[in-house]
């Protein structure tokens, strides 16, 4: 089982196979704490997503997320010649968190262990990229620091632009796709 799931549930731009792990590393976690922090914030912050955006964009704009985020790792990987396997989960939960925090900036927010310290949604956002940035500028290895940062600025770069670019046009795509598939249907019946 091992093998297959690092095959298919990690993301490596010198593995053999490309495409299906960046969608599916989306859903793979390195250990049960990475895990349990992980799904903490999409929790804490797929409500407010949802809420502005709705179930279908959100998993849309989940799963984007994770083969955006891959593919800028991948792109920084490349570059430095570190080919080691990384995980999607954390770049999708970072676009879903700055999606929030930049759709709602001025939301307070704060550290689950330490309830008396507070911030906003806009400075804590600041202040992960800005760790993000310097993790991925000093080689830190501890997290995927290119992912979080892809994941990061397109979850900010959707909410601002994505929104009507992409889900407010796709109608015309949804009608031809329909009128194709009744064609082919009434195709079928004769």
Request: proline share 3%.
């Amino acid at each position: 089982m091992q093998r297959t799931m690092i095959k298919y549930f990690t993301a490596n731009p010198a593995s053999k196979t490309r495409c299906l792990p960046m969608v599916l590393s989306s859903f793979s976690h390195y250990s049960i704490i990475h895990m349990v922090a992980n799904m903490y914030v999409l929790w804490t912050f797929s409500s407010g997503i949802v809420s502005l955006l709705g179930k279908e964009q959100f998993l849309a704009v989940y799963l984007s997320a994770g083969v955006i985020s891959t593919m800028v790792s991948y792109v920084c990987k490349t570059a430095t010649g570190r080919f080691y396997p990384s995980l999607g989960a954390s770049g999708a939960v970072m676009a879903v968190l700055a999606a929030v925090c930049t759709k709602v900036p001025e939301a307070k927010l704060g550290i689950i262990f330490l309830p008396v310290l507070t911030f906003t949604a806009g400075n804590a956002l600041k202040a992960l990229v800005a760790i993000d940035a310097a993790g991925l500028m000093l080689g830190w290895r501890l997290f995927d620091h290119a992912a979080h940062l892809g994941g990061a600025l397109f979850g900010v770069w959707y909410v601002a632009y994505g929104n009507k670019l992409i889900w407010r046009r796709r109608e015309p795509l949804v009608k031809l796709w329909h009128d194709f598939r009744s064609l082919g249907s009434a195709g079928g019946e004769r």
